[in-house]
Nanobody, 118 residues
Framework: QVQLVESGGGLVQAGDSLRLSCAASGRTFSRPIMAWFRQAPGLERKFVAGINWRQGNRNYADSVKGRFTISRDNAKNTVYLQMNSLKPEDTAVYYC???????????WGQGTQVTVSS
């Protein structure tokens, strides 16, 4: 099992930047795929960005391409989500997740709120 703790959320204005962190502990070697999802009020949780730390592959939702960057510090077992040019529609609770393969998410963090004002 992997434990995940997110941090870095907050209230910002449109156009600002924010960096989220997700610290992983436990059997992280068995969960090489890590990703960020987000959930706005009344909507389903949606994929934002993912990274395979063994292969270095990254992928993004179309809505964040060019603005968000996912990265990982293997020494710290921490995944980051750098969010630039934030928009009000980016407002959501952001969740970190991990899995053995893409799409098989079996560990989730508690979430961190990101609010972007116009």
């Amino acid at each position: 099992q992997v434990q995940l703790v997110e941090s870095g959320g907050g209230l910002v204005q449109a156009g600002d930047s924010l960096r989220l962190s997700c610290a992983a502990s436990g059997r992280t070697f068995s969960r090489p795929i890590m990703a960020w999802f987000r959930q706005a009020p009344g909507l389903e949780r949606k994929f934002v960005a993912g990274i395979n730390w063994r292969q270095g592959n990254r992928n993004y939702a179309d809505s964040v391409k060019g603005r968000f960057t996912i990265s990982r510090d293997n020494a710290k077992n921490t995944v980051y989500l750098q969010m630039n040019s934030l928009k009000p529609e980016d407002t959501a609770v952001y969740y970190c997740t991990a899995g053995a393969v893409f799409g098989s998410w079996d560990s989730w963090g508690q979430g961190t709120q990101v609010t972007v004002s116009s």
